[in-house]
């Protein structure tokens, strides 16, 4: 097996839509964006950086708002389908895919063109595929497989104009597949999106979260994750970097050991509370075994209640809710009166706390009745969402008060 390159290459991070901003402090946390690891490139959608694989690796483990990470393997020139032939074909495959006689010699390729001479995008796809298979021919006398299923290498082509990269995925499946949700319950957050909202919302672990209608779980399982600093990528289990033909298992172990070491396992004294209620039984029973799976089900405190009845501590922190809007589940109009009882429980029960609440619906939020510090945009799969901010001061914003309930009035 040949040894893993050593050299820096263009490692692209994509994120959803709206989180890049998120994304990026993250990396900034990590000590990226410096002197010497400036980002290259800046998009709504991903975020660029000079990376070794070993750095890719790590960061594929360590991101909390990433969708892949991606290294480049090359860059070239690409103004036709026949040059996007020539100049995959010259890459060597052979010391990359594992030999056709053997087991895991897959390949998955996907596709992203936008330039004037291809209007399919399954085209590029099929070129690089063709490419590929025909360089193996030739070099090992066999092809490998092709197909969808992310079971060996993966690779991305990007091609825009007359320019063309085509990189490699460290993981196989999107990072939001975490591998401790082994029951979604209904309407559950993606992992990376409830990351990003509890980054948004400010949220470092060093004060108290509690997350009423907490459904299957993930707002509160991915705030444990963030107060104990453990990598959320060491939970899953697939890593199309590990089905290479590069020699990468003690790179790779060396770097998940790494990993490991910066994430505490403390118990659940050691941090501010994690409180995670719901009034339905099988979404407690979703997000508890999630939660062990997670291996952080210590660390929060799960109730089976109304979220009017949710114990708020002393010590102010942040509370997020995540209610039904009215598209998958509930109907709309149904929605209103919780949602004014949302506002009634911020205004009387957490003085002194933020207040989050995330929806897709703007109707349905006007009946919170409080008027939102902030405001931010998020995709949830297909559905614009907001994140709203409640400042939930003690008695009004221009005259607060030492106790006593209060908010930013708007009823
Ligand atoms: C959209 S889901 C939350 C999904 C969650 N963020 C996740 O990732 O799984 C809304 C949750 O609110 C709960 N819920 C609705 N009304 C409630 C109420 N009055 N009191 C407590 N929970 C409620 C539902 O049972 C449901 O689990």
Known sequence: ????????????????????????????????????????????????????????????????????????????????????????????????????????????????????????????ALVVKDAICDRMVKKTGARPDAGPDRRG????????????????????????????????????????????????AGYDGSTPLVNPMCGSGTLAIEAALIATARAPGLLRPDYAITKTNWDVDDLWQSVRARVKKTGGTPGSADIPPIIATDHDPAALHAAKKNAQAAGVDHLIRFIECDFRQTPIPSEPGHIILNPEYGERMGDAADLEPTYAAIGDFFKQKCPGWTGHVFTGSPHLAKHIGLKPARKRPFMNATIECRLLTFNLYKGTKSSPVADGGGGTAKR
């Open 1 to 124: 097996m040949p040894p893993p390159p050593t050299k820096r290459a263009s490692t692209r991070i994509t994120c959803a839509p709206h989180t890049a901003p998120i994304l990026r402090a993250e990396l900034e946390a990590l000590g990226w964006g410096r002197e010497g690891t400036e980002f290259q490139e800046e998009h709504p959608t991903y975020l660029q950086v000079g990376a070794t694989l070993e750095q890719a690796m790590e960061l594929a483990l360590r991101l909390r708002t990433a969708t892949h990470v991606m290294w480049q393997l090359a860059r070239f020139r690409c103004p036709s389908p026949k040059a996007l032939y020539t100049e995959v074909a010259a890459y060597p495959w052979e010391d990359l895919i594992r030999p056709p006689s053997g087991p895991d010699s897959y390949i998955t390729i996907r596709a992203h063109a936008d330039t004037p001479t291809i209007d399919n995008q399954m085209y590029p």
């Open 153 to 200: 290498v993966v690779l991305s082509l990007y091609w825009k104009d007359d320019r063309a990269a085509l990189f490699l995925n460290i993981n196989a499946h999107s990072l939001a597949n975490r591998g401790y949700r082994h029951l979604p319950h209904t309407a559950p957050m993606r992992e990376t999106l409830a990351a990003a909202v509890l980054l948004a």
